[in-house]
Nanobody, 120 residues
Framework: QVQLVESGGGLVQPGGSLTLSCIAS????????MNWFRQAPGKERQFVAA????????LYANSVKGRFTCSRDNAKNTVHLQMKSLKPEDTAVYYC?????????????WGQGTQVTVSS
């Protein structure tokens, strides 16, 4: 049973930092690229970051480049998204997804999402 469970969301002020985690189970984690997407109310789901199977290559959306860092620990079946210098426009539900590379259509499993709210 494939499962992806995100955690770490919450309320943070602009300029603050937050780290999200996604714990995977039910499959060979180190054989898949992992992606982060986000979706704000009334908006399309947007690519955020991707990381290769070994963690050696990452890809970021221009909107988060230089502020967000994606990493993974294959021994713990976990992928992280470290977010800094957060902006109100980063407010969204953040989703962890299995497979693909920067496109939602490439992913076959999704987590339930975790809410990130950036507000003063």
């Amino acid at each position: 049973q494939v499962q992806l469970v995100e955690s770490g969301g919450g309320l943070v002020q602009p300029g603050g930092s937050l780290t999200l985690s996604c714990i995977a189970s039910g499959f060979a984690f180190d054989t898949y690229n992992m992606n982060w997407f986000r979706q704000a109310p009334g908006k399309e789901r947007q690519f955020v970051a991707a990381i290769s199977r070994s963690g050696g290559t990452t890809l970021y959306a221009n909107s988060v480049k230089g502020r967000f860092t994606c990493s993974r620990d294959n021994a713990k079946n976990t992928v992280h998204l470290q977010m800094k210098s957060l902006k109100p426009e980063d407010t969204a539900v953040y989703y962890c997804a299995r497979g693909g590379w920067g496109q939602a259509t490439g992913a076959d499993y999704w987590g339930q999402g975790t809410q990130v709210t950036v507000s003063s």
